[in-house]
């Protein structure tokens, strides 16, 4: 069946770093790939996503593209802030269907 | 773009009661919607499919006699937890498709069952 597999966090990085969240999934036919991010106490948010192979989602700095042959889609953002702190969940999903999500990256950013 | 709202965004009650969540769709019609529960520091576990006008298909694992979902208008679903125990308190987010195929998501209901 689809499944996804992110990094374990959590992630500790200084303000300005570069973020790199690592996602590598399992699908039969061609899934949209997603990012959501959820801020404390709250729901999910999109992020970017995904719909094909070698597309690019970005959005707010963060940016992540969809490789076929390594089946991944990992999230980049060149220079985090504090406020980028939350957890991730990478997810994949067929027209239609329900989405199947990782389990969630934290990520810690000092200032 | 389309919103999907929960109500409530959270709930306590006692051990053996009911509880009922709601998500509506505010912009738009969903023939489906989707029920998914969160842990703590957990992903989100697809719980059923709930579609208008017919009966909602559960996941393997999930009470179907305890958690009553309801999809009777285009608009409005409903997860009622029935005799809830502590062990049922978690986040519940429900999400709605468009007739495009993409999914919004509700903000969440914190249920907990003391």
């Known amino acids: 069946g689809n499944s996804v597999t992110q990094m374990e966090g959590p992630v500790t990085l200084s303000e300005e770093a570069f973020l790199t969240i690592n996602c590598t999934y399992t699908a039969t036919g061609y899934p949209s790939l997603f990012w959501y991010v959820q801020y404390p106490g709250e729901g999910l948010q999109l992020l970017l996503k995904a719909t094909k192979a070698d597309d690019k989602g970005s959005n707010k700095g963060f940016e992540a593209t969809y490789r076929k042959e390594t089946t991944s889609f990992h999230l980049e953002k060149g220079s985090v802030q504090v406020s980028d702190s939350a957890v991730y969940f990478c997810a994949l999903g067929q027209a239609g269907t329900a989405l199947i999500f990782g389990k969630g990256t934290t990520l810690s950013v000092s200032s | 773009g389309a919103v999907v709202s929960q109500h409530p965004s959270w709930v306590i009650c006692k051990s053996g009661t009911s509880v009922k969540i709601e998500c509506r769709s505010l912009?738009?019609?969903?023939?489906?919607m989707f029920w998914y529960r969160q842990f703590p520091k957990q992903s989100l576990m697809l719980m059923a499919t709930s579609n208008e006008g017919s009966k909602a298909t559960y996941e393997q694992g999930v009470e179907k006699d305890k958690f009553l979902i309801n999809h009777a208008s285009l608009t409005l679903s409903t997860l009622t937890v029935t005799s809830a125990h502590p062990e049922d308190s978690s986040f519940y987010i429900c999400s709605a498709l468009t007739d495009g195929n993409e999914q919004y998501f509700g903000p969440g209901t914190r249920l907990t069952v003391t």
């Open positions: 912009d738009f019609q969903a023939t489906t």
